[in-house]
């Protein structure tokens, strides 16, 4: 099993629509878990951190299911902007490294 | 306000040419790092400073080698290329060790 996994999409979505994506984990004990956006033949860029607790920020939402071992990330009123490549990233245990997904590609048309 | 700075862009090799990539980042990070992203295969680690005077192999690290020069400096040099290691380099740079990253813009390298 993978590290970390995600579906690969595209999720294909109209502009104003909202959108979920979700990212599993093998590791149990993880310990910090991130969003990065990256555009095409861009570098990646953190787009938030994800806190046991969820955070908001604007039209983004990311929560933590330690249970079930995933996070997700929720985009309200999807913008054309916001077509991208989605990487979840995981620290593993003791901090030991960064395990990065394969990412989720995201098309939003008008 | 830089933040981390690679070169070259764009590079083409021939196989058995060997380059060095440079990075440099002014945000007073203490870590650094060398990805490599090919289709398909997501980040893939090839080698990390964790801190000024170390540096340790991630996953790939054959065919490349690696100099933390000073806390901004950290180059990644290909000895000699093969066209396995056509890919899209990138430099990052972090605070503390496997915390937030900030990359660099990449570097396309295709090897011939």
């Known amino acids: 099993r993978k590290e970390v996994e995600q579906d690969p999409g595209p999720f294909n979505v109209p502009e104003g629509a909202t959108v979920a994506f979700n990212c599993t984990y093998s590791n149990s004990a993880s310990q910090s878990f991130f969003w990065y956006r990256q555009d095409c033949r861009k570098e990646p860029k953190l787009l938030m951190s994800v806190y046991s607790s969820g955070n908001e920020d604007g039209r983004f939402t990311a929560q933590l299911n330690r249970a079930s071992q995933y996070i997700s990330l929720l985009i309200r009123d999807s913008k054309l902007s916001d077509s991208a490549t989605y990487l979840c990233?995981?620290?593993?245990?003791?901090?030991?490294?960064?395990?990065f997904g394969t990412g989720t590609r995201l098309l939003v048309s008008p | 306000n830089a933040g981390v700075t690679q070169t070259p862009k764009f590079q083409v090799l021939k196989t058995g040419q060997s380059m060095t990539l440079q990075c440099a980042q002014d945000?007073?990070?203490?870590?650094m790092y060398w990805y490599r992203q090919d289709p398909g295969m997501g980040l893939r680690l090839i080698y990390y400073?964790?801190?000024?005077?170390?540096?340790d192999k991630g996953e790939v690290p054959n065919g490349y080698n690696v100099s933390r020069l000073n806390k901004r400096e950290f180059s990644l040099r290909l000895e000699s290329a093969a066209p396995s290691q056509t890919s899209v380099y990138f430099c990052?740079?972090?605070?503390?060790?496997?915390?937030?990253?900030?990359f660099g813009a990449g570097s396309r390298l295709t090897v011939l």
């Open positions: 990052a740079s972090s605070l503390l060790w496997a915390n937030v990253l900030t």
């Open positions: 990233v995981v620290t593993l245990p003791g901090f030991q490294k960064l395990v």
């Open positions: 945000m007073n990070h203490n870590s």
């Open positions: 400073s964790a801190s000024e005077g170390t540096t």
